[in-house]
């Protein structure tokens, strides 16, 4: 369940032909630090793809291989069947949207936008009437002769967004094009972008840290750390079947539960319990089993159903969230005043409720359980 | 897509709430104010003073010299106010003196601007440390004494001088350089290079490479996005290294009077003249104000490049 997540994704346009972008052992090293290491992915035509990390993960050095700004070290990229890697930026069809914008301040937004035309020598009426096309695209009429300093960062971001669909790219990159945003106008805009993606049919490539962003608005995620590409797949497998302890960590909150597999279809948590999980491991390898908060049910001691793995433990904390409580519970031989758990380590385990149920308070004595679909088992 | 329509309100909002009407000040506000006030005259008046006696005096003197008559024994007389000298600078042989002047000062600023631009450009793109020793290097012939390095470059260029030597012996002949406008220009360029380093230095320093590389990414070549990108924000180095250099070249006195020839005689030699030999002070008077009338236009072109500069792209950065 867990090894084959990576690779069961296809991407939409992955059977319509040549894919928008191929790479085959990508690397970049800067020195001694190795940016990139050995990346292979394929990504569809009309793909809208994130590339998602925490930084320094090398998703932007990935994105600018792609931009042309950097040179790969090794490796094959392709844009569309072609051989780029060695190409220098602006013989390349992709454009790029630049983390703060990149926006020209000498230019006025009319300027900025019809840049990419005239280097390639479109002028005149033609030129006029596609910068007219991408204002309205992105709603900008009336902002024409603004520089950007007189914009506001959503504006600039559309400007931003204008000039490089002006030129009608193959690829348009995105370098967490919404970092600059607050919250409420970040929210907004991913639903745009969604929008603007379906409305010009354009293959995305998206690079961001935050993870909610990638899983909202991404056809698939790439999970990037320390330089390597972890996990492919729809935000739904990547969330569900994280194939590593990594991912499962970074995408969401979790709960890892430190363990050791007793079978293929059961774990020894070292909290105690031996609870059914399927796994693709041998037995006796050191593993975690990862629960997210919302699927742990929460039960008052002795009310426990029967048949679903059951632990017992004690409430250390409980948050009010408004929309739901959040709940610590501390297991293992510790909190453990019946006996049951035989484990040596204490472990803590967070669970979400809805604020409708009956509220718990910190000491009560719980019991956790969870449906064993709802867990992955996850290695190093 | 309905956040536009939110954003352009915002936006308004925010210029609105730019100026607040001051509130009025209580007695104790009023006090500390006062006090505040009074400290910083104190503080500058040593300046001040040092600059009224020895500037501002001076300056004043030179110009009611201008309006005075030179008696037919060489003095000044103050009296008889006129426009004289004025006019005689109208004179062909003036007139001549002070297009070549401007000419070669025109030379020279082209010449440090082609020599700088790039020099200035590699050094700002060094790694921080290498450009502090850089620098360094390019501040340590201007911390050396100005006649000694004109001497030597007296020495260098002289018929008997090393370079005439080594062309020589590649089969160029002698060249006789020294005492002609070009050894003039050269020296200027050597001499002012470094006002017109640094300006380009800090412009280049400040550029956002990043747009070099969306420039790029927008299907610019390379030389393209340095013309239509750098060169435009770094447009304020430009300007004020070219006014920087202008200015002394124009008015130079020691460059001339070393490497230039009798025919290369330029507006600063003349000015010397006149208060020295020819010992027509009023006419070297009214040449001095042409000189500081036009160093004050060539300041406020900088003073309006550098407002113009920051109101273009200072809210980006």
Not at chain 1, 59 to 84: H, Q, W
Request: hydrophobic share 45%; with cysteine.
């Amino acid at each position: 369940m867990s090894s084959d997540a990576v690779t069961s994704a296809s991407p939409p346009g992955a059977d319509a032909g040549v894919p928008a972008v191929e790479m085959h052992g990508i690397s970049k090293r800067f020195g001694d630090v190795v940016a990139v290491d050995g990346i292979d992915l394929q990504i569809g035509d009309g793909e809208f793809f994130a590339l998602l990390g925490p930084s320094g993960c090398g998703k932007t050095t990935t994105l600018r291989m792609i931009a042309g700004l950097d040179i790969p070290s090794e490796g094959r990229l392709a844009i569309f069947g072609e051989e780029v890697a060695s190409w220098p930026p602006d013989q390349r069809p992709v454009n790029t949207v630049f983390q703060a914008y990149a926006l020209f301040p000498h230019m006025t937004v009319e300027q900025n936008i019809a840049f990419g035309l005239q280097m390639r020598g479109i002028r005149g009426p033609d030129a006029d009437r596609q910068v007219a096309e991408a204002t309205a695209l992105v709603q900008l009429e009336g902002m024409e002769h603004r520089r950007p300093s007189q914009l506001s960062g959503g504006q600039q971001q559309r400007v931003a967004l204008a000039r490089a669909l002006v030129n009608h790219p193959k690829v348009l990159l995105l370098d967490e094009p919404l970092g600059a945003l607050d919250l409420k106008l970040r929210q907004e805009m991913q639903v745009e972008l969604k929008a603007l993606q379906r409305e010009v049919g354009i293959t995305f490539v998206f690079v961001t840290h935050d993870q909610e962003e990638a899983l909202a608005m991404s056809d698939r995620v790439g999970v990037m750390s320390e330089g390597r590409l972890l996990q492919v797949g729809t935000p739904a497998e990547v969330y569900e079947h994280p194939a590593n302890r990594f991912v499962a960590d970074f995408i969401g909150r979790t709960n890892l539960l430190e363990g050791i597999t007793e079978s293929p279809s059961a774990v020894r948590l070292d909290a105690g319990a031996v609870v059914a999980a399927a796994n693709g491991l041998a037995a006796g390898s050191a593993a975690a089993l990862s629960v997210r908060p919302e699927q742990v049910r929460l039960h008052r001691r002795g009310e426990t159903p029967a048949g679903a793995p059951c632990l017992d433990g004690v409430i250390t904390d409980a948050t009010y969230l408004g929309h739901a409580f959040v709940y610590t519970v501390a297991i293992g031989p510790t909190a453990s005043a019946s006996g049951t758990n035989t484990g040596e380590r204490a472990a803590t385990i967070t669970a979400r409720s809805e604020t409708g149920s009956a509220a718990l308070a910190a000491g009560e004595p719980v019991s956790v359980s969870w449906s064993p679909e709802a867990t992955t088992v996850v290695a190093d | 897509m309905s956040s536009l329509r939110r954003a352009k309100p915002a936006a308004a909002q925010s210029t609105d709430a730019g100026p607040d009407t001051p509130p009025s000040l209580t007695p104790a506000e009023l006090a500390a104010q006062r006090r505040k006030r009074r400290t910083g005259t104190l503080i500058a008046t040593p300046g001040a003073l040092y600059l009224l006696i020895f500037f501002v005096v001076p300056l004043g003197l030179i110009t009611v010299y201008s309006f005075a008559t030179r008696t037919s024994t060489g003095r000044t007389s103050l009296s008889g106010w006129n426009l004289n000298s004025y006019e005689r600078i109208a004179d062909d042989v003036i007139l001549g003196i002070i297009a070549r002047s401007a000419w070669l000062a025109f030379l020279t600023t082209v010449l440090c601007l082609l020599v700088a631009y790039p020099f200035a450009y590699y050094l700002a793109t060094r790694p921080a440390r290498l450009r502090a020793r850089l620098l360094v290097l390019v501040m340590i012939p201007f911390w050396t004494n100005g006649l000694v390095r004109i001497f030597a470059i007296r020495f260098l260029l002289g018929s008997n001088g090393p370079a005439s030597a080594l062309s020589e012996a590649m089969g160029f002949g002698t060249f006789r350089i020294l005492f002609t406008p070009t050894a003039v220009v050269l020296g200027m360029v050597y001499g002012f290079l470094t006002f017109m380093v640094l300006p380009l230095y800090v412009a280049l320093e400040r550029m956002d490479w990043r747009l070099v590389e969306a420039a790029r990414d927008l299907y610019a070549s390379g030389a393209k996005a340095f013309w239509r990108v750098t060169v435009p924000l770094t447009r304020s180095g430009i300007v004020a290294g070219c006014v920087l250099v202008f200015v002394p070249s124009f008015g130079s006195y020691v460059v001339p009077e070393i490497l230039g020839g009798a025919k290369t005689l330029l507006i600063g030699s003349y000015v010397a003249r006149q208060f020295q030999a020819a010992r027509n002070w009023p006419l070297g008077a009214a040449l001095s104000v042409l000189v500081i009338v036009a160093m004050l236009v060539a300041v406020a072109i900088n003073q309006r490049n550098s407002a113009n500069a920051e109101r273009t792209q200072g809210v980006t950065r």
